[in-house]
């Protein structure tokens, strides 16, 4: 079993590490050794075992393979950055022993892919992306890193995602759609054309929010 720790201690960490226990049902795979806070101070539950701070990880003297249990895509591309230059930490992929996937799909690393999501053909993912529970992704869709999708989402063949973006719950992205980078697509909005960057998209047709 490989040592593992998930950055952050709220609500979604705990998630992950129900997806780590869940892999190990199937594949004894991962030793959790805690969570990671971003600072000294304790999480909000006092039973959560914890490893330490991001300083003591990256002090760590031994290899160890580490998951970023937040939901912020911003936030998770600044760890990612910081920690990825040191040698002795590894990004792993997360798969929940449910995904479906063809063998076509070119995978990064640092993915969280939970219960119920289906890949189909000729997908690219970069890396440190979040992919909810209960998802579809169809043909030849290209994902670049830090995105977070939450669940429910159905994507069309084609479609494009940037980096940092957060694709709401229950959204749906129609066919060779586009976002690029920076952007909110609400829950259950539905993107039926291409956006650039930095827009809050809401509505059935998507539209940019109005301030």
């Given at each position: ?34 969570f ?9 539950r006092?039973?959560k ?8 990880l ?5 290899p ?13 591309e ?43 053909t ?28 939450n ?40 993107l ?16 940019p929010?109005?301030?």
């Open positions: 079993m490989k040592d593992i720790v998930i950055i952050g201690a709220g609500g979604f960490a705990d998630e992950v590490l129900f997806l780590i226990e869940d892999i190990n049902k199937k594949s004894s795979s991962w030793n959790f050794k805690g990671v806070n971003q600072t000294s101070e304790p999480p909000h006092s039973d075992l914890l490893f330490g701070t991001e300083e003591d990256i002090k760590h003297p031994s160890i393979h580490v998951v970023i249990g937040i939901g912020t895509p911003k936030i998770i600044k760890i990612f950055n910081k920690l990825s230059s040191c040698t002795h930490i590894t990004f792993p992929n997360l798969l929940h022993p449910s995904f479906i996937y063809h063998s076509s799909l070119n995978l990064g690393s640092g993915n969280i892919i939970c219960a119920n999501n289906i890949f189909t000729n997908i690219i993912v970069g890396n440190c992306n979040i992919f909810n529970l209960n998802c579809t992704y169809g043909h030849d869709i290209n994902i670049g890193s830090f995105n977070v999708f669940p429910g989402i159905n994507g069309s063949g084609g479609v494009v995602i940037g980096n940092k973006n957060l694709v709401g719950t229950g959204s749906t992205l129609l066919q060779y759609t586009a976002l690029k980078n920076n952007n909110i697509l609400g829950a259950g909005a539905v039926t054309k291409s956006y650039a960057s930095d827009q809050t998209l809401v509505g059935i047709p998507a539209k929010l109005k301030t």
